[in-house]
């Protein structure tokens, strides 16, 4: 089991930045890729940034790409999303999540957090 904690999430003004976390436990954080997904108020989530196990590729949805950072630092079993330039459209319940491989599906990560809130203001 690999348990995830987000946080970092808040009230912004459209154009500023927020940085979420994603704390892991459990099992060998670095055996796993991590990924970000959001839900939006009546919406299906959706994926926003994955990073595999060792840091060394990432890749984005293009509705962030330029935007979103992701990145990790497996010492501190944490994952990270730089979000610069917010957009009042990014307003979402944003999720971390593992899996063994690579990959954006959603389908395809096994362990998930509990979401953390981010809203946009225009």
């Known amino acids: 089991q690999v348990q995830l904690v987000e946080s970092g999430g808040g009230l912004v003004q459209a154009g500023g930045s927020l940085r979420l976390s994603c704390a892991a436990s459990?099992?060998?954080?670095?055996?796993?890729?991590m990924g970000w997904f959001r839900q939006a108020p009546g919406k299906e989530r959706e994926f926003v940034a994955t990073?595999?196990?060792?840091?060394?590729?990432?890749f984005y949805a293009d509705s962030v790409k330029g935007r979103f950072t992701i990145s990790r630092d497996n010492a501190k079993n944490t994952v990270y999303l730089q979000m610069n330039v917010l957009k009042p459209e990014d307003t979402a319940v944003y999720y971390c999540?593992?899996?063994?491989?690579?990959?954006?599906?959603?389908?395809?990560?096994?362990?998930w957090g509990q979401g953390t809130q981010v809203t946009v203001s225009s």
């Open positions: 999540a593992a899996r063994l491989g690579l990959g954006a599906k959603e389908y395809e990560y096994d362990y």
């Open positions: 459990g099992r060998t954080f670095s055996n796993y890729a």
């Open positions: 990073i595999s196990a060792s840091g060394g590729w990432t």
